[in-house]
């Protein structure tokens, strides 16, 4: 199934290899640079799936993954973060900011695909036990 | 007092307070906040050192290719382009570096001994992707010192972005050099970790 997919980082090569990937699958992706550009998207937006590098200018991951678990209309979007980090902390810290899973870069696209179709796939089920399926 | 002795001294000097040496092999990505040498001997291969001159911390990769090739024994993905380079901004700006500040340094893409000359060769696919890069992430280049047929020994001082590149020549080095290029080149990448929180 085609998602909307908002894609989150501050390398323009890492956000062509992960537009390539992801439509292959027939997603549409969406493209911003830093936490801050995605906040002005997501006021008008409501993606299937976020995935957000950390380290970022302007506005990190972690502040990210905060202000969409403080929006009402995002509650059910699943956030994917992508990222260098491998620490125990920071990966801990994104979880309980809300984060639905983490990769460590370098990473595969073919993995990543299946963990986007992991993650929009938690979300259709989450959606139907809450009778709001085809959201 | 000769040209020579002259360097040698001028770079004593520069030296002066980094007392950790990191040495970067294939596939290495090192950054530092405190002022460190950071050095590497590179073929057909590439250095690129990046640096914020406000925050004053700069750091160093080594990437083989551009791109991964999928077959063989797994070894570090950092030994291709993107990873490589995606990695040492990300470890730049961990060490204290503005992404908007930062200045690239690229050497090496040498055709070492054997290695055939044409548009298709390893070190123009790598100089052709450096280049695409740095230009495609608004990436300033300071210096460079690409192309040509000896490898290159590079220093770099994390504190001030200075970077020391001298050609090597010794015989029994660049074929060390170039076997050891050769044997790691076709191996699949080992990439990271993939975490699910909830897979209720």
């Not at chain 1, 990543?112 to 089920?125: D, F, I, P, Q, V």
């Not at chain 2, 004053?56 to 030994?79: C, I, K």
């Not at chain 2, 893409?109 to 070190?123: I, R, S, W």
């Not at chain 2, 000896?150 to 200075?162: C, I, K, Q």
């Amino acid at each position: 199934m085609s998602s909307t997919i908002l894609v989150v980082d501050d390398s323009l090569m890492v956000r062509q290899m992960l537009r390539e990937a992801l439509a292959a699958d027939g997603h549409t992706v969406v493209e911003a640079e830093n936490g801050r550009d995605a906040t002005h998207l997501l006021r008008r937006l409501q993606p299937e799936l976020i995935i957000t590098d950390i380290n970022m200018p302007e506005m990190d991951g972690l502040s990210l993954i905060r202000w969409v678990r403080d929006n009402s209309h995002l509650d059910s979007t699943p956030i994917l973060v992508l990222s260098t980090e491998s620490g125990k902390g920071v990966i801990q810290r994104g979880r309980e900011a809300g984060a639905t899973g983490w990769i460590v870069k370098p990473f595969n696209t073919d993995q990543l695909r299946e963990t986007a179709r992991c993650a929009l796939g938690l979300r259709e089920k989450v959606l139907r036990r809450a009778g709001r399926a085809g959201e | 007092m000769s040209s020579s002795e002259a360097l040698s001294r001028a770079y004593a000097g520069l030296r002066n307070g980094c007392t950790k040496v990191v040495t970067l092999y294939v596939g290495g990505v090192h950054a530092s906040e405190e002022p460190i040498l950071i050095k590497t001997l590179v073929g057909s291969c590439i250095a690129v050192c990046v640096y914020d001159p406000v925050a004053q911390v700069g750091g160093m990769n080594h990437f083989m290719l551009p791109d991964a090739d999928e077959r063989g024994t797994p070894a570090e993905a950092t030994r291709f382009g993107v990873h490589a380079m995606d990695c040492l901004i990300a470890a730049v700006m961990k060490a204290g570096g503005d992404r908007r500040r930062l200045l690239a340094k690229v050497f090496g893409g040498a055709h070492v001994l054997d290695m055939p000359e044409h548009e298709g060769g390893v070190p123009q696919q790598n100089v052709a992707f450096i280049r695409r890069f740095l230009e495609a992430e608004k990436l300033p280049l300071s210096a460079n010192d690409l192309g040509g047929s000896s490898p290159r020994e590079v220093h770099l001082f994390t504190a001030t972005g200075r970077a020391f590149v001298r050609r090597v020549t010794n015989d029994r080095v660049v074929e060390r050099l170039a076997h050891r290029e050769r044997r790691t080149k076709h191996r699949s990448p080992r990439y990271g970790e993939v975490l699910l929180f909830n897979q209720e």
